[in-house]
């Protein structure tokens, strides 16, 4: 069966070795493929890593099927003689016409297989990139002098010194000690990824760390073992069979927590101390206070989730509970075991008398052995009976179990400052020190779970409530209230269990006036009997839509007349969050209008709270992609409008940037100091004074812009049959269908009027057909309106947040691809939209490249742009036989049977998860 009618213009599938097809796939062998991307200049250590792999692959396919392997040289030398002015050279253009010929004679098995080749591919092509950061990162980090003031490498002492010499050192440590980075984990499905390919993936990345310098049999060992691995990957569906449960979703965050954050976080803090107390670091109390603290929303974010219910937050939070004390317990026993001093080198404080004796009154059996274990070690026994303490915790031993972390923390410190009264203080401000860290940044909790719900929901429980009484007296509730009631009693007995930071948020989407607070408040005293069981609310409202975001001061000084709000904000010292939503205002109202408006956002609640004495956290609800408010977090911080950020950032992270930024410890930590570093640094002086000059000084132009952009962007969504056409000509269907997170794609398997769009789909959908409309629609027609290139440049040069806005637009048309592009508007038969979109890529990719000053896109990334362009022929593959394979669905899907039409789904969806991976930041 093939894909569709359409000729092969008389060639096989498999060329004979007298074919002019086969010569080309001879000289890709000859060459290793890679050198045949002409102008694309890759760093060495990727290009030799890109080569080994790609040979590794196509042994793998020579071992499954040699014609196999044969096409899929053929499709590759297709793709990498394409580029940007196919149109203009015809042999570029006759190649476009091979690959999509070749892909049509296919049978659908054979297809799929090379779809998986190709999907194998692009992820060994993102083991060559990190495995280069992170050796790039080692090697320019050896390079530094210790103890260099100056060290370029860690941003955060870089952002450190920076105010220590504009500000002085004491408002120096008072910015540093107010320091926090809040990352949010989601469960949004943009991480096209399943979960089996992950361990593959991180096999493949250690043997290609031990590979280089490898030789003789280890060599071949290496290459034997990775040749294993990759032919596992290339024989496991990219496809998960079922979705995964809210409950298995928190399994992501344990991964990062194990593989990660747990002993890189400490090291972070560490790395700072070395910098700034040189000789005396691990030998005195730490100056880097513990500012990670990373949330979740996974099994706790219920709009638009009707899989994430009370009962199930209650089991995430005891799957997190259980995981972290096991960690602590496991690390204090290790360390404990190695406090081998005795009594006569570092003799006991009175306080660890003291403690000693509490331990034994709580439990004779427990220090019995201890003390057995450890004889006149004191130091050893306390923490030998901590860490029982720990695993009693767990199961929730009343007699002798933690009734927080707090009191841990304070057990490890009587530990601590004992060891260092004693002269040990290199073991007092070393292990100990790290595992007072380690609980300062995770408490019990592991992470702090954030709920979330539609405030329609809350005003619809309110309304059922009134109706029916409080507990039904009136008539029986609907089972939406009880379930929101139950939400909060969830919330009740999780932070009875594991701490009130470990579940007090409770964020309302879609907030429109100060009454969507109070209806939260309301509900939390209706879910209990007795006030004193209401749980501890932070009550945060969303704002994510145009005319919410414009009116969110007035909502807020409203909302914080509340009773309950007054009374938190007493309780915090003014403390008070507010989130913004990225999505649906991107989606709403175009990218240039919303991320001028949220900038503006921004300042005006900023200046509000300072001028009500508020401390502001303000929440940036980004995702991965740049039609979400994606891009380098660190660039995104430092634009932010004065008295935005405080020393505090906290945003979303979700899908494929938690595996891209947390998923390699060298990454993550590079990460974390640089978004650290930037949070700190955001409050110095200068900083500050260009944020605030620039965006006063191009105000003017960025109106013009918004209104420009915004009118532009309407027109299109405004156009009749829209979102019945963008359902057509994008995947947006087959999306819905992937097995990639438990939260529902859409509101329907189409989409028939824009509220049908969920803003992930709609952005993913869109990176899927390679158009990428979402990141930059309005952009083109506003600077052409405009006109003024001069200005346009200097604001790029002067303004950050649009250099930021600008250098993400680049990168996204850098993804775009205008031959394929056009082969998805194809499918929806409508001319006069197809005009639009095509038009106003072309303005906006010929204004982005003059304002940047770039030939073509991101030119000025050194290692970025040819990384980029060089990874565009795989894509390439993969994008026409979606587009050929979607065609067919759309124009015969009614004369297919349920098997054919399941299998070519299926091949969609393989086809979705390599354009994913090998595009990155899709959702």
Known sequence: MVLSVKPCRGRAAAPTEGDALTKKKLTIEETAALEALQGVDVPDQIRNNMALFLRLVRKVLEEADQDLRAIFDVLLFDAILMNDDANENPEEHEAFEDMASIITELDDKNTTLLM???????????????????????????????????????????????????????KANALLNRLEFHPVFTAHPT???????????????????????????????????????????????????????????????????DSTLFEMVPEVYRRFDDWELGDKAGTVPPVCPAFFHPGSWIGSDRDGN?????????KVAEKFRTHML???????????????????????????????????????AITTRAIGISASELHRACMIVISERLRATIVRTADIMYSSC??????????????????????????????????????????????????LVHSRALADIHEHGRWGERGQLQPMTQEVLDTFRAIGQIQRKNGVDAARRYIISFTKSAQNVADVYELARLAFAHED??????VIPLFEQLEDLQGAVETLDEM??????????????????????????????????????????????????????????????????????????????????????????????QGEV?????????????????????????????????????????????????????????????????????????????????????????????????DDLRTIPWIFSWSQARINLAAWYGLGTACEKFGDLETLQAAYKEWPVFATFIDNIEMSLSKTDERIGKMYLALGDREDLNRKVLDEMELTRKWVLAIVGDEWPLQHRRVLGPVVRMRLPFVNVLSVTQALVLRTLRTKGDKLTPEEKERFIYLILCTVSGVAAGLQNTG
């Open 191 to 257: 991480e096209a990824r399943r979960k089996a390919v992950e361990g593959k993936i991180r096999r493949i990345a250690g043997l290609l760390e031990q590979h280089e310098g490898l030789g003789g049999i280890a060599l071949l060992d290496n290459e034997r073992r990775l040749l294993q691995e990759i032919d596992a990957l290339f024989r496991t569906s990219p496809i998960a069979h079922k979705k995964p449960t809210p409950v298995e979703e928190a399994d992501t965050i344990i991964d990062i927590f």
């Open 560 to 653: 914080i007349k509340l009773p309950d709000v007054r009374r938190r904000l007493a309780q915090t010292g003014g403390r008070l969050e507010v989130m913004l939503g990225y999505s649906d205002s991107s989606k709403d109202a175009g990218p240039t209008s919303a991320t001028l408006t949220l900038h503006k956002a921004q300042a005006d609640i900023a200046e509000w709270a300072e001028a009500n004495g508020i401390d502001l956290i303000l929440m940036h609800g980004r995702g991965g992609a740049v039609g979400r408010g994606g891009g380098p977090a660190n660039r995104a911080v430092l634009s932010q409008p004065k008295g935005s950020v405080n020393c505090r950032f906290k945003l979303t992270e």
């Open 658 to 754: 938690i595996f891209a930024r947390y998923g390699d410890p060298t990454l993550a930590r590079r990460h974390i100091e640089s978004v650290a570093g930037a949070t700190l640094l955001q409050s110095a002086p200068s900083v500050e004074w260009t944020n605030t000059d620039s965006t006063q000084k191009y105000a003017d132009m960025a109106n013009f812009l918004d209104e420009a952009s915004h009118e532009r962007y309407l027109d299109l969504l405004n156009t009749e049959d829209f979102a019945a056409w963008f359902s057509t000509v994008t995947p947006l269907t087959e999306v819905g269908l992937m097995p990639i997170g438990s939260r529902p794609a859409k509101r329907g398997l189409g989409a028939k009027s824009l």
């Open 406 to 455: 707090e009191d841990y923390i304070a057990d490890l410190k009587v530990v601590q400052e004992s060891l260092a009264a004693a002269g040990a203080v290199r073991t007092a401000y070393g292990p100990v020190q790290k595992l007072i860290w380690q609980a300062q940044s995770f408490g019990f909790h592991m992470v702090e779970m954030e709920f979330r719900q539609h405030s």
């Open 116 to 170: 998986r080749a190709f999907v194998t591919f692009f992820h060994l092509a993102n083991i060559c990139e990190e495995n280069y950061r992170v050796k790039s990162l080692r090697k320019r980090e050896s390079e530094v002098p210790v103890g260099n003031p100056d060290d370029p490498i860690n941003d955060l002492t870089v952002a450190y010194r920076q105010l220590v010499d504009e500000c002085g050192r004491g």
């Open 533 to 538: 069981d209401v749980p501890v609310l932070d």
């Open 326 to 364: 096991g960690a602590l317990a496991d690390s204090t026993l290790v360390i404990g075991r190695n406090l081998t001093m005795d009594g006569i080198s570092t003799g006991p404080s009175d306080k660890l008398v003291n403690l000693w004796n509490h331990q034994c009154e709580m439990s004779e």
């Open 306 to 314: 009707p899989n994430v219910t009370a009962k199930v937050s209650r």
